[in-house]
Every structure is written in C-alpha cells, then in structure tokens.
C-alpha cells in the first residue's frame, strides 16, 4: 500500500489518466480560486496585451513600406489561455536575421533574447526567448521562401495535418478592444 489505500500499480495507472491538459485545468482554477474572476481576466489580458505590443513591434519594424510581415500568436495563449504554460509563443514569416530581430527587442526596453534554433518537419528555423518582467515570449522566424504555414504543426515527429491554434495581431486587437473577460477562450479564433 501506497497512499490512501492505493497500491503503487494503481497509482501509476491513475497517473497515466492525468493529462496536460486536466493539469492546465486544474492550475486555472487555482488562478481564479487566487485572483478572482477580475484579477484572473486581468491577468489573461495583460498576457495578450503583452503579445500584441509585441507582434506590432515586429510587424511595425521588420515590414516594408507596402508589405507588413504576416505574425500570429500560436498555441495555448491564441485560445486566451496562459495558466501553467504562460509562455508567448509568436511566429513570424520575415527574412530579417535573428539578430536584427533581438536588436529591435532590445531597443524597445525588453531584456537580450537567447538564440537557439529548432528542427521542424519543415527544416531548421531560428527561435529568440526573451524572459521579460517573468513572461517567456518564443519568437520563431519563418523565412517566406520555406513555405511554412503559419498555421502548421511543426514538430519533426507525430506532426498531424491538423492546424495549431493561430491569433492574427488582427483579431487580437479586436479581442483586446472588446475586451477578453467578455469571451470565452474559444472565441479567441480568426
């Protein structure tokens, strides 16, 4: 016997139920349980309003005098869900090199982002972290020739076809503007 009666073969069958997302509930409800309803919209909105200044900071600077580069948040957060995982994660389709990226991150007041580079199904592509005032923004550049949805399930193994998440600066904008403790996450969508 283990805990509460349970042997530990019991246990680790109750364990493989438990799923990400069943922790991710259960963190927002925590969340809510300490800020409140108001103080957990605000929280959510200060995220999404961080990831707008930043995708308009990108597509402000790295777009040309027509063209503005095409940048969505992707993931958990384009469904207005930052709890447990409150990591930004931005894709942006530029030819601009990593280091003119982080050069204009850091003009804007944000801390130097680390370099890395990630191995999709699509091939290399180049990824700035900037871990600013304790939220983690991911930006990945996706150069125009490769191709690269925006949209794409990008891992290197068990890709699906399947769309990821996606949140134009567009619709953002407009989910800001109507106000994100009006929506549900589900109606954070293009």
Do not use: W
Not at 40 to 65: H, I, K, N, W
Not at 109 to 124: A, K, L
Not at 142 to 162: F, I
């Amino acid at each position: 016997m283990v805990a509460r009666g349970h042997s530990k073969a019991e246990i680790e069958r109750i364990a493989q139920r438990v799923s990400a997302s069943m922790v991710r509930e259960h963190a927002r409800g925590l969340a809510l349980e300490a800020l409140g309803a108001q103080g957990y919209d605000a929280f959510v909105a200060s995220m999404l309003s961080r990831a707008e200044e930043t995708m308009t900071l990108l597509v402000t600077q790295l777009g040309g005098p027509a063209v503005e580069p095409r940048c969505v948040l992707v993931g958990r957060a384009a469904r207005g869900e930052v709890d447990a995982d409150p990591i930004l994660r931005i894709r942006i389709e530029t030819d601009a090199p990593p280091g003119v990226i982080a050069a204009l991150l850091v003009a804007a007041g944000m801390d130097e982002p680390t370099f890395s580079s990630v191995q999709t199904r699509f091939g290399r592509l180049d990824r700035l972290e900037v871990d600013d005032e304790g939220v983690c923004t991911r930006i990945l550049r996706l150069p125009p020739a490769m191709g690269v949805p925006l949209d794409a399930d990008l891992r290197a193994e068990r890709a699906s076809d399947k769309p990821v998440p996606t949140l134009s600066l567009a619709a953002l904008r407009e989910a800001l503007a109507e106000g994100c403790e009006d929506r549900s996450p589900n109606d954070l969508r293009d």
